[in-house]
């Protein structure tokens, strides 16, 4: 029987495929694996390339349909029309829908380990227990062994969302909480420093090659260097790589996710790599967050296809030839997608959003006091439109004022199951997100 090398050296002199795939097999060490994965690779390429050309030519027929041109149907494409007349769902409108489903489905947890006491006190042992439970590990509180079930419930559910509108999580059964790295601190730290902490955290029995054995002492350090690079550089390592990632598997080497690569023993290992390297989430946090961004890339593919920017790029050419946009207008549309993909949030930025963020958090507060006496001024034409409608103002006034009742628990939850987006209960979602790895 041919070898391997027989095999591809004549694939390539036949030009079926290059040089460089038959070393990539070749080197891997394991090639039936090495091409199984390519395969792999291949066909999620095609979907993607397809739900891309879809995605796009749709959009391109929403911002034609706008009575007010092209540049307001891309505006009305992300976010709000404010005119009023786009017939088509925006990215804006999708990341509501889907935080509010998703939000409706947790509100058991938002309930009890929202905050208390204007915000100074959190159940902060049933934090710790709920991210025991959610690992597997016993806890005493079956309420809380019941919301973790909701949670991974929650999360496969958003995996799968996530992947139909054209992004590719595998299915990965000891996924349970994602991982929010504090850059900043990691690298004062040091490499060595890092590794040490991390290494004896982990469950060597699932941290394994694509044949499914477990990595071995120099194997899982090669993987911890690469990984260290990825949190410290903020992942310009994985665009510029001036080190290989190890030879550990096509899997390992494209998912490019820690969050997905380092496998806790436990959620007391989870635990103790959030306080001595993470941003300090708690279990609560680190699903609000990982909840947030769900939504948003499922509703930016939704709208734009699985790489939202080459798109944006492309109608915005196309509106840019078609509508003779002034400069002007193009900076305010990049300016807009940049907002709403979230990317004015990432890099050098984010210091300027936490604050900007902090600061919203002040006003928002020193507001709350006053809203239901600003909203008074709403009662004469709540009294108009009762007239209109043939019904008693009075009574109108007196319902709107039983349902006025934020201190009633089960009126909390029942607003949150209904599709109120619970806002106040998920603030730190924005704040995090910025931490917090990617599903790629």
Not at 10 to 34: F, H, S, Y
Not at 83 to 93: P, V, W
Not at 282 to 295: E, V
Not at 300 to 305: A, D, F, K, S
């Amino acid at each position: 029987m041919p070898s391997y090398n027989y095999c591809l050296d004549e694939a390539v002199k036949a030009k079926r495929i290059t040089k460089t795939l038959r070393d990539e097999i070749l080197e891997n060490g394991e090639p039936d694996v090495a091409i199984a994965n390519l395969r792999a690779d291949l066909t999620r390429q095609r979907r993607e390339n397809a739900i891309q050309a879809v995605r796009l030519a749709e959009a391109y027929e929403k911002i034609k349909s706008h009575p007010k041109g092209l540049k307001a149907g891309l505006d009305s494409l992300l976010t709000k029309d404010k005119y009023g007349q786009a017939d088509y769902g925006n990215i804006e409108y999708w990341d509501r829908i889907y935080t509010g489903r998703y939000h409706a489905k947790m509100t058991e947890m938002l309930s009890k380990f929202r905050t208390r006491m204007a915000g100074l006190t959190q159940d902060k042992e049933g934090l710790k227990d709920l991210a025991r439970a959610i690992f597997g590990q016993p806890v005493e509180d079956a309420e809380i062994a019941g919301i973790a079930k909701g949670v991974k419930d929650l999360f496969e559910e958003q995996r799968v969302e996530f992947n139909r509108q054209g992004g590719s999580i595998s299915k990965l059964e000891s996924y349970n909480l994602p991982v929010s790295h504090d850059r900043k601190m990691i690298k004062q730290m040091g490499e060595k420093k890092w590794i040490d902490l991390t290494m004896p955290l982990l469950d060597r029995n699932k941290m394994v090659d694509d044949a499914g054995r477990p990595l071995n002492d120099v194997q899982l350090e090669e993987l911890l260097k690469y990984s260290y690079q990825s949190i410290v550089t903020n992942g310009l390592n994985k665009i510029k790589p001036f080190t290989a990632m190890p030879n550990l598997g096509k899997k390992l080497s494209k998912k490019h996710s820690d969050q997905r690569i380092l496998h806790f023993k436990d959620g007391d290992s989870w635990l103790k790599y959030m306080a001595d390297a993470g941003t300090g989430q708690t279990a609560f946090d680190a699903i609000i967050s990982h909840t947030a961004m769900m939504a948003h890339d499922s509703a930016m593919m939704r709208v734009l296809g699985s790489n939202p920017k080459n798109n944006f790029n492309a109608l915005l050419l196309q509106a840019r030839k078609e509508a003779d946009l002034s400069d002007i207008e193009v900076t305010a549309l990049n300016n807009l997608f940049r907002s709403v993909s979230g990317e004015i949030n990432e890099g050098d930025l984010g210091g300027l959003a936490d604050f900007m963020q902090s600061s919203r958090n002040v006003l928002t507060a020193s507001t709350l006091g006053g809203a239901f006496l600003s909203s008074l001024s709403d009662l004469s034409t709540m009294a108009i439109t009762s007239k209109v409608n043939n019904l008693s103002s009075m009574k109108v006034y007196r319902r709107m004022l039983s349902e006025l009742n934020p201190a009633n628990e089960d009126d909390r939850k029942l607003g949150v199951r209904i599709g109120l987006v619970a806002d106040t209960w998920a603030d730190v979602m924005n704040r995090e997100n910025r931490n917090v790895d990617t599903n790629s």
